[in-house]
């Protein structure tokens, strides 16, 4: 799991937001999101890859976010100024 940092200047910032309000860029790289935590524990139950983890750095994970953080590729901790 590779921790990257990204602010709203930042191009990695572009293409999240790029993908989330993007059907067609989704459909391209062939990746979606999944949000809330039932959806979350129902994609890690059926065993889906998860490509990354998007949170804000200005919130307080719970217990249970903390332990999943290691399933995925990428951790995306957005700053304070991006939310």
Avoid: C, H
């Avoid at 062939?30 to 890859?49: D, P, R, T, Y």
């Avoid at 200005?58 to 953080?69: C, F, G, Q, V």
């Amino acid at each position: 799991m590779k921790v990257i940092n990204v602010g709203k200047d930042n191009a990695t910032f572009q293409q999240i937001q790029a993908l989330k309000d993007n059907r067609n860029k989704r459909a391209q790289t062939k990746l979606f999101f999944v949000e809330g935590v039932q959806n979350i524990k129902n994609a890690l139950e059926f065993n889906w890859e998860i490509e990354a983890f998007i949170y804000s750095s200005s919130t307080n994970l719970s217990l249970w976010a903390k332990s999943i953080l290691n399933k995925a590729k990428y951790n995306y901790v957005l700053s304070p100024a991006s939310n």
